[in-house]
């Protein structure tokens, strides 16, 4: 288990920022980004907040560029899609198949853009605040803004088990390769089956445990939360993340009828 996001957030050049500036500015972008009808701004979201996460907070761009392999293959099969099946205008491309003819049309590939913007920028933004703050300052930061407890103390669950049935995963992925069960495509398909049926059972064992054990402790429906201490925002900072903001917001505004193509 190597280079975890919390990993990264613990040690990074941003990590005592406020983790509240911090998490203001991410989730301000991430609504500019996705409110944005142009794919200027989110663009623009997206490099900026790559350079600043990795120039700023010192994050390896290797390993931030494999983190943003993801979510891009997904954007681009859906726009791939968008762009084909959507839309109207000026034929650009079109391809003919087993009798077929499909089409891309200006509407539907500026969809596509849109989309595909949208999406770096997104997740632009969420990756600068999952890699600058550390998960317990999250918490303690959606607690102080009165966030429901209950919200909270199912996503710390989540959070903590994720990385427990993580362990599992690789201990039981590395068990396989260890007999060969990965020879082949049918011994590969079969030992993907067996192990999520084995991470299934385990999950499942894992929770009643937990319950047993909370109830063992006299849990009484609340789990108290470590606040750490929270360094105050700087006048720099805050000003320079109201002008980035403001920046983004005016640029959105201003291209919010532009069309790529």
Known sequence: MHDLLDDYAQSNALRDINPRLKLFLGLCTILLCVSS?????????????????????????????????????????????????????????????????????????NLALLLISRTLGATGALFFIALTTPTIEIFATLKSLKVPESVIELSMMIYRYIFVFLDQAAMIHSAQMMRLGNAGLWNSLR??????????????????????AMDARSYS?????????????????????????????????????????
Do not use: N
């Not at 979201?45 to 994050?59: K, R």
């Not at 979510?71 to 726009?79: G, K, Q, V, Y």
């Not at 993907?192 to 047993?212: D, N, T």
């Not at 983004?248 to 009828?257: C, G, K, L, Y």
């Open 37 to 109: 009808t142009s794919p200027l701004a989110p663009l623009l979201v997206a490099l900026t907040m790559g350079l600043i996460t990795v120039t700023l907070a010192q994050i390896p761009g290797r390993f931030y560029g494999r983190l943003l392999l993801i979510p891009i293959s997904f954007a681009l099969i859906s726009s791939v899609a968008i762009a084909f099946m959507h839309g109207t205008g000026q034929t650009l491309f079109s391809l003919g198949a087993f009798g077929y003819t499909i089409s891309m049309r200006e509407d539907g590939a």
């Open 191 to 212: 030992s993907f089956a067996m192990l999520s049926c084995v991470l299934f059972l385990r999950s499942w064992e894992q929770g009643e445990r937990l319950i047993v």
């Open 221 to 261: 429906g609340r789990l108290e939360i470590m606040v750490p201490p929270e360094a105050g925002a700087k006048p720099k900072a805050v000003l320079a993340v109201i002008a980035y903001l403001a920046a983004v917001a005016a640029i959105s505004a201003i291209t919010r009828d532009m069309l790529l193509l």
